[in-house]
């Protein structure tokens, strides 16, 4: 009678696997959470310039000197927070408003074309961001003539494409017998919005929410093309203005990253328990 188990190593290799796994995933995570922590600790350096910045993973001393200089190396400081909020709040509520009007029509809505209109639409979110630039820049300058406006850096984000497929993707999942009950009770579609559809979307609303505010807070490319005067750049457009001919103000320049980054992290920790149950929105039916 033979004494070999075959099932004998399997618990050893079932945990050099977890090991090897783990070591894989810890080292993804310190490269994604290294940029953050040199960021943040650079911000602490003396405001020299970026040639006698002494560069080191653990700083010698600690000082808050950067953020002083940041607060006033420019009357227009405060104003560059306050245009980021300002664009990036007001397209978050438009493409949350918007957008869930839209997938809910694409979802609950029978009318003449829908699939052909929500097919143009996926086409178009197929289109390169970079591709619809300068077409946009001709017609908000040369012919809106708003530029250096804050219509002009909310009108294009009002609402996109791909919050669009994500409010209908996951209204599509709500059962219509509910629909029809609001509508039997004598609803019209704006109280069937109102009070059944977004109370039962809000997963799907935050995550927009999120997305939207920090991808709007962090553009630099469309404000930086259509603002020519320093009262009207955002936060990522006025730390340029810490980069002269000659040299660079690292450390200022951290300091004020690192408070751009402030809006954004209390963002998603307050609503990260919807961002975490709908960042699978769609993935998944039934």
């Known amino acids: 009678m033979s004494l070999y188990n075959p099932h004998a190593g399997r618990p050893q290799l079932r945990l050099a696997r977890n090991t090897i796994l783990i070591a ?20 602490f350096g003396e405001p ?16 808050l000197e950067s953020y002083k200089f940041f607060f006033e190396f420019s009357e227009y400081t405060y104003r ?9 709040t007001t397209v978050m509520v438009t493409n949350v408003l918007f957008a869930s009007m839209a997938g809910y029509a694409f979802s609950k809505i029978k009318f003449k074309g829908r ?30 003539h708003i530029q250096n406006t804050y219509t ?8 996109t494409v791909y919050n669009i497929f994500l ?19 004598g609803c019209n579609q704006f109280q069937i919005y109102f009070r059944i559809i977004i109370p039962l979307s809000k997963t799907v609303l935050a995550v927009m929410a999120i997305l939207t505010f920090m991808d709007n807070w962090n553009t630099f490319f469309w404000p930086f093309l259509v603002t020519n005067s320093m009262d009207m750049q955002t936060i990522q457009v ?3 203005n810490f980069r002269f001919a000659n040299t660079t103000y690292f450390a200022p320049m951290m300091a004020g990253a690192t408070i751009s980054a402030l809006p954004m992290f209390i963002l998603f920790f307050s609503l990260q328990k919807y961002f975490l149950e709908g960042v699978t929105v769609g ?4």
């Open 24 to 43: 894989i995933l810890l080292v993804f995570a310190l490269a994604t959470l290294f940029p953050i922590y040199y960021m943040i600790i650079s911000s």
């Open 48 to 63: 020299v310039e970026a040639g006698a910045m002494d560069y080191r993973l653990i700083p010698g001393s600690f000082s």
């Open 80 to 88: 560059w927070l306050l245009n980021s909020l300002i664009v990036a």
């Open 115 to 144: 699939a052909l209109i929500f097919s143009l639409l996926l086409i178009a979110m197929m289109i390169p961001y970079q591709v619809t630039q300068v077409p946009l820049y001709i017609l908000i300058v040369n012919i809106f």
């Open 152 to 159: 002009a850096l909310i009108l294009p984000g009002l609402v």
């Open 167 to 185: 409010a209908k993707q996951f209204m599509s999942s709500i059962p219509n017998e509910i629909l029809e009950c609001a509508k039997i009770e």
């Open 238 to 240: 006025g730390l340029k």
């Open 283 to 286: 993935a998944v039916k039934g």
